[in-house]
């Protein structure tokens, strides 16, 4: 049987993103950016790397897991660090 996961990843720099933070959701953008751990955004690379492993023979026993890779951002959110609108 094959593995699922998924990958859930925060706020990556690409032209997406850019349109957000110069839209009316930039304050909350920059909001996510400033209290995560990280306080930046992610890379196309850094997603990639990361995927890496999941699908690598040294996982071949993962399945059924979510790896997140936001930065810390849901962290902030879940310690109450990050309050959203809405």
Do not use: C, K, W
Request: proline share 7%; glycine share 12%; charged share 15%.
């Amino acid at each position: 049987m094959p593995a699922v996961n998924s990958i859930s990843p925060g706020i990556i720099l690409n032209s997406l993103a850019q349109q957000g933070m110069a839209s009316e959701g930039g304050p909350v953008y920059r909001a996510m950016i400033e209290t995560s751990a990280a306080r930046r955004v992610g890379t196309t690379d850094a997603i990639s790397s990361a995927a890496a492993y999941p699908l690598g023979p040294d996982a071949a026993f993962i399945t059924g897991s979510d790896l997140l890779i936001d930065g810390g951002v849901i962290a902030a959110l879940r310690t109450g660090r990050l309050h959203l609108p809405g």
